[in-house]
């Protein structure tokens, strides 16, 4: 039986999109698959879905925001997770560095962009939607980073990012990180571990 198509709907702005782009390589080398990252731009998915980011959501509810606290450090005892920081500039508003990743993958450079620009936003935090601070930090990871920013102002580049974003609703998703085990959709870092059965169950 071949294997299912294995999906990971990201944005930069998630961290727990983040901790999950960490797991995955094990659940990759566990179950002999490659995740597919489709870049998609969640203030669109939140627009589409009519949905608030967890800052929103959460805002003057009592205990809930502490227990997401809870879960999210249990997450990353769990998994040994060493390179994760808050970034104390979120929300950072990811439109760029998203048109990037479409760019980047043009370029044949996506999965490098992806662990450079996860490392700038999550471990070493830095204000990614400010152009020079981005340009920097593009130029420190050895990325092409006028190429990139000539690519983002492309409408090819601009259209293929809102059309991706478009689709990943049409098929359910209303945030990030999402994945997709064939048909099945998964929300959520807490869901890898269903993800994971899903693809071992589909040998």
Do not use: C
């Amino acid at each position: 039986m071949a294997r299912p198509r294995v999906e990971f709907l990201f944005d930069f702005g998630s961290p727990n999109a983040y901790l999950s782009h960490l797991v995955i390589p094990e659940i990759e080398k566990r179950q002999g698959v490659k995740f597919e990252y489709l870049p998609v731009l969640l203030g669109g998915v939140y627009k589409l879905t009519n949905n608030r980011s967890p800052a929103e959501s959460l805002a003057g509810i009592k205990n809930k925001p502490q227990y997401q606290q809870i879960e999210t450090e249990r997450f990353i005892r769990q998994h040994g997770i060493k390179s994760f920081r808050s970034n104390p500039f979120f929300p950072v508003n990811t439109l760029m560095i998203m048109r990037g990743a479409v760019a980047a993958k043009k370029l044949g450079l996506f999965e490098r962009y992806v662990d450079e620009v996860y490392r700038h936003m999550w471990s070493e935090p830095k204000k990614l939607d400010d152009p020079a601070i981005l340009r920097a930090a593009l130029l420190e990871s050895n990325l092409p980073a006028d190429r990139l920013f000539e690519l983002v102002q492309t409408a090819e580049v601009k259209d293929e990012l809102l059309a991706e974003t478009q689709r990943a609703v049409e098929r359910g998703t209303f945030g990030s990180p999402t994945f997709f085990v064939g048909d099945e959709i998964y929300f959520g870092k807490d869901r890898l571990r269903d993800v994971e059965e899903a693809i071992a169950g589909s040998r």
